[in-house]
């Protein structure tokens, strides 16, 4: 059967929803996010854009791109409180430039995208390596910074990194485990940007704070911020977390690393689990680290790798802040259920997770919960909601997946998952 395929179908731009833990436990991540490097050294002073700041794209972008960041800039002037606009001249305090993929892995083979201080284009980043130039730790404040984005990557992967990126030009440089509700987190469930992180860019441009101030200067005005910014988040109780530890962030690393064995990674994720499970970690970084052990598990011990995603999806249950995370976890659990021919219990796990995809606009995941559904409605017999649903996750499956044949690609995948029916 020959699909007819629809335009792509992306998102309004819509925010997930308004941060919802406590100003106590947010003060704290402020802190280390705006105060220290992902490497874990320390910041000295905050810095941030004084004035308004103007943003200007270039290289070779698509229409959707544009779209994107058109929404993202309304957000951030909406939600973030942040004076900033696009510009079409050939200066901007920041410049999103997109690059070949292939140029951006040859200069940082871990990152997807990139941003940096005091340069304006991809020219400017060759001459200025090695000289000091790139240091966020020498800023003052923030004046100039330059985005690289892949121009040959998925629609989704892209907004992806706009988010990501901007937000970082723009305010907090860390990524912190710890945090269940941000894309300020290296386990890239929240792929855009959140209430949570709209609240700590806010709080980045509030007017009682500037460039230069310390970290003790800063803690001492934060509580009156938040409390002015966030007033929901005073009668919240705090939960406390504590700190990720180096030895679990670095077996998380090696997990998720594809430069080592597979054996290595496994060991490296199992260990991840037994440190989280010690330390009497809940919430995110023990989830996490069961769904990356499930993940590497697939392969080799299908058991234990459904065994790994139930004990994510029990983490993930638990806690209020990890829904869109139940999502991948479903994800997961729903190849399992439809293998084994449980067309109910398909369908359930992916209808609970699918307005979770969708309310946090991760198409990619969206349309393969849709398409595990479609099959599982098949198995039923229920070919005219199947077919349906195949149809509706086209759209999406085209912004996440970047192509026709990606699409169909997936979706035979997943066809040929359930057991094969008699022929009559």
């Known amino acids: 059967m020959r699909l007819s395929f629809p335009s792509v179908q992306a998102f309004a731009g819509d925010s997930p929803g308004p941060a919802t833990r406590a100003n106590i436990d947010m003060a704290r991540d402020f802190l280390d996010l705006a105060f220290q490097m992902e490497s874990g050294r320390p910041l000295p002073v905050l810095t941030r854009f004084e004035g308004p700041i ?28 942040i004076n900033i606009s696009m510009v079409a001249g050939p200066t901007a305090n920041i410049v999103i430039e997109s690059v070949p993929n292939a140029a951006l892995k040859r200069l940082a083979p871990n990152a997807a995208c990139f941003v940096v201080p005091r340069v304006q284009s991809w020219t400017e980043l060759q001459a200025a390596r090695g000289t000091g130039a790139l240091d966020w730790g020498t800023l003052p404040r923030r004046d100039r910074a330059a985005i690289f984005l892949p121009s040959d990557v998925t629609p989704q992967e892209v907004r992806d990194c706009l988010h990501e990126e901007l937000a ?22 929240n792929t855009v940007l959140t209430g949570f992180d709209m609240l700590m860019l806010r709080a980045f441009y509030a007017p009682e704070l500037q460039s230069g101030m310390t970290r003790d200067q800063v803690a001492a005005r934060l ?14 109780p705090a939960r406390f977390p504590p700190p ?21 990674r496994r060991i490296a994720a199992q260990r991840a689990v037994e440190i989280a499970e010690q330390l009497g970690w809940d919430g995110p970084r023990l989830g996490f680290a069961h769904y990356a052990n499930g993940r590497l598990q697939i392969d080799n011990d299908p058991s234990r790798a459904l065994a790994s995603f139930n004990a994510a999806m029990a983490t993930y249950r638990a806690d209020p802040e990890t829904r869109i995370h139940r999502a991948f976890v479903a994800l997961q659990i729903a190849a399992y259920t439809l293998i084994s021919g449980n067309a109910e ?14 309310r946090h606009e991760n198409a990619a995941l969206l349309s393969l919960l849709m398409m595990f559904q479609a099959e599982a409605l098949d198995l039923q017999g229920n070919r005219a909601a199947g077919m349906a649903l195949r149809l509706d996750s086209l759209g999406y499956g085209l912004y996440g997946f970047g192509s026709r044949d990606e699409v169909v690609a997936r979706l035979n995948e997943i066809a040929s998952l359930p057991p094969q029916q008699p022929q009559m």
């Open 54 to 81: 103007t943003v200007a794209l270039r290289g070779r972008t698509t229409a959707l791109t544009r779209r994107d960041l058109d929404r993202l800039i309304l957000r951030l002037r909406r939600e973030a409180g």
């Open 168 to 189: 970082q030009a723009l305010g907090p440089l860390n990524d912190l485990y710890r945090l269940p509700d941000s894309v300020f987190n290296d386990d890239n469930i």
């Open 223 to 236: 509580p009156a911020i938040l409390r002015r910014l966030n007033p929901r988040g005073e009668g919240i």
């Open 244 to 264: 990720t530890t180096p030895l679990w962030k670095s077996q998380v690393e090696r997990a998720l690393s594809e430069g080592r064995s597979d054996r290595q």
């Open 345 to 358: 219990a398909t369908i359930a796990v992916t209808k609970a997770a699918i307005p979770l995809a969708r």
